[in-house]
């Protein structure tokens, strides 16, 4: 069964400077989709960025990336330049046939 | 455009009841998809529609179900309700549903069973 780990429950960060969340997954499958989702205190699920199995190429999205090690299962995010608004629950999630989400890590941004 | 619309945001039920939450994907949206979010268990997929289908299904009870309209709208029902079934229940949706598509949110029903 495909899984997917956040082992940071929280993480914080000065406004202004650059963080990285990590996740891992577990899978046998080849074909499959990575997302970065964000949930702000409005609880709507937003989608940050995402990057597919197949391309070795690092998914970028104006000042967020990923680190994307398909060998270690690995598929961290980046955030540069961090806002105030950029505080929110970040969800790491795998999709094949269904999505399947982590734990989430809840980011704090302190001015 | 309008977003996913989520009806009602707030419910709350009794043991044993049942209980429907709505959701309107965002006009063209054919995919329908609904997670269920726990303190414990985090966010977890209950099912997809995709033209009236379920196309694929979570590990959830029976007591769960759900079904789309030919306007692509969808309901998910819980029968029997019980106290662990208290939870924020989020609706996706998008145009087909393909794994490589970006998910529209709605704010979710949050669900307190007493």
């Known amino acids: 069964a495909q899984t997917v780990t956040q082992s940071q429950p929280e993480m914080s960060v000065q406004e202004a400077e650059t963080v990285t969340l990590s996740c891992t997954y577990d899978?046998?499958?080849?074909?499959?989709?990575l997302f970065w989702y964000k949930q702000p205190p409005s609880r709507q699920m937003i989608l940050v960025i995402r990057?597919?199995?197949?391309?070795?190429q690092n998914a970028t999205e104006n000042r967020f990336s990923v680190n994307f090690q398909k060998a270690a299962k690995s598929f961290s995010l980046k955030i540069s330049d961090s806002q105030l608004g950029d505080a929110a629950m970040y969800f790491c999630?795998?999709?094949?046939?269904?999505?399947?989400f982590g734990a989430g890590t809840r980011l704090t941004v302190k001015p | 455009k309008a977003g996913v619309t989520q009806t009602p945001r707030y419910l709350i039920k009794t043991r044993g009841q049942q209980v429907t939450l709505s959701c309107s994907p965002i006009?063209?949206?054919?995919?329908v998809s609904w997670y269920q979010q726990t303190p414990g268990q985090g966010l977890q997929f209950l099912f997809e529609?995709?033209?009236?289908?379920?196309?694929n299904k979570g590990n959830f009870p029976g007591r769960f179900s759900g079904r789309q309209f030919s306007n692509s709208r969808s309901e998910m029902n819980v029968s029997t309700l019980e106290l662990g079934d208290s939870a924020l229940y989020l609706c996706?949706?998008?145009?087909?549903?393909?794994?490589?598509?970006?998910?529209?949110f709605g704010s979710g029903t949050q669900l307190s069973v007493l």
């Open positions: 996706a949706s998008s145009l087909s549903g393909t794994r490589d598509e970006k998910l529209f």
């Open positions: 899978t046998s499958e080849s074909d499959y989709y």
């Open positions: 990057q597919e199995a197949y391309k070795q």
């Open positions: 999630a795998y999709r094949s046939n269904d999505m399947r």
């Open positions: 006009s063209g949206h054919r995919s």
């Open positions: 529609y995709f033209s009236e289908t379920q196309r």
